[in-house]
């Protein structure tokens, strides 16, 4: 499985951005997506699931201001961030899981400025 983000960039607080992960190879046996983030110094956080069924969860930092998505057909997960917040600067990676292991993509910085 090979992942793709794109999407990233420098936005003011209070802003939106949208992410995207594209997924190729052998995508048949993901089970679950997930964006997880790094901010300088700080240990990697989970941010947002999706499994194969479609079920969603995410931290509770991000609750209700971003939403995880995908599209089946272009084999990408979305992840829409809005109400950004400065404290939301961090690289954002994606993360594909089969049953034995995991995938990462490149990582995408995303930065909120005041």
């Known amino acids: 499985v090979q992942l793709v983000e794109s999407g990233g960039g420098l936005v003011q607080a209070g802003g939106s951005l949208r992410l995207s992960c594209a997924a190729s190879?052998?995508?048949?046996?993901?089970?679950?997506m997930r964006w997880y983030r790094q901010a300088p110094g700080k240990q990697r956080e989970l941010v947002a699931t999706?499994?194969?069924?479609?079920?969603?969860n995410y931290a509770a930092s991000v609750k209700g201001r971003f939403t995880i998505s995908r599209d089946n057909a272009k084999n990408t997960v979305y992840l829409q961030m809005n109400s950004l917040k400065p404290e939301d600067t961090a690289v954002y990676s994606c993360n594909a899981g089969v049953v034995t292991t995991s995938y990462w993509g490149q990582g995408t910085q995303v930065t909120a400025s005041t």
């Open positions: 190879g052998s995508i048949f046996s993901i089970n679950w």
């Open positions: 999706i499994t194969r069924g479609g079920s969603t």
